[in-house]
């Protein structure tokens, strides 16, 4: 069965400090990637897609990036975090000619 | 992308069943309507997902007129657990990978 891995659950940093969240899918290939933002009391952002190793498309111009080194490893970054980066992070995978998606446990970022 | 249009928010009684519809004027031929849950702290969750006419599951039926431009979420007898964010996503289908774009969705409150 599929699974999904993303950590950590809770992060708390420094303004201007690095990130580095990282996302594994397990038990499927080829899937497509997603990293989301979810403000307090708002709704999803799509931040990034990927389609496969090394293609990433971005939604939203911002002060993060995003990578995929491998199939099913999504990693999402940034070199110096700002206070408006703090938010509800969320991975997500599924496949291409299906609709429906699967969510990681998210990771709760406080940057202060 | 098919732009969705939900209700902000809906109040309902247990036991009650709830009809949450969405907007997507522009849908296009291809497109598929799909519909998630999402509990605080938590990342959504796939309930269900129609093409046309009317799909039912164990947990919710979809209702979709002929001229597709609106979708019914359809709840039985909801609780209390049912108390979540609910958003309609059009159009991600294809025979390349599309991006899972969600809209703000509907605040539903399941009251005793």
């Known amino acids: 069965s599929q699974t999904i891995h993303q950590w950590p659950a809770t992060l708390v940093q420094p303004v201007g400090s690095p990130l580095s969240l990282e996302c594994t899918v397990e038990?499927?290939?080829?899937?497509?990637l997603y990293w989301y933002r979810q403000a307090a009391g708002r709704g999803l952002q799509l931040l990034f897609y990927?389609?496969?190793?090394?293609?990433i498309s971005s939604e939203v111009p911002q002060n993060l990036s995003a990578s995929r080194p491998q199939d099913r490893q999504f990693i999402l970054s940034s070199k110096k975090l700002l206070l408006s980066d703090s938010g509800f992070y969320l991975c997500?995978?599924?496949?291409?000619?299906?609709?429906?998606?699967?969510f990681g446990q998210g990771t709760r970022l406080t940057v202060v | 992308l098919a732009k969705t249009t939900q209700p902000i928010s809906m109040d309902s009684y247990e036991g009650q069943e709830v009809n949450i519809t969405c907007s997507h004027n522009?849908?296009?031929?291809?497109?598929?309507i799909t519909w998630y849950q999402q509990f605080p702290s938590q990342g959504p969750r796939f309930i269900i997902q129609?093409?046309?006419t009317k799909v039912t599951n164990e947990v919710a039926s979809l209702f979709i007129p002929a001229d597709r431009k609106s979708s019914t979420l359809s709840l039985p007898r909801v609780s209390l657990s049912d108390t979540a964010v609910y958003y309609c996503?059009?159009?991600?289908?294809?025979?390349?990978?599309?991006?899972?774009?969600f809209g703000s969705g509907t605040q539903l409150t399941v009251l005793p």
């Open positions: 997500a995978w599924r496949y291409s000619y299906n609709t429906e998606a699967f």
């Open positions: 038990g499927t290939s080829n899937p497509n």
């Open positions: 522009n849908i296009a031929t291809n497109d598929y």
């Open positions: 129609g093409y046309k």
């Open positions: 996503l059009v159009g991600f289908l294809s025979g390349s990978a599309r991006q899972l774009t």
């Open positions: 990927s389609v496969g190793i090394g293609q």
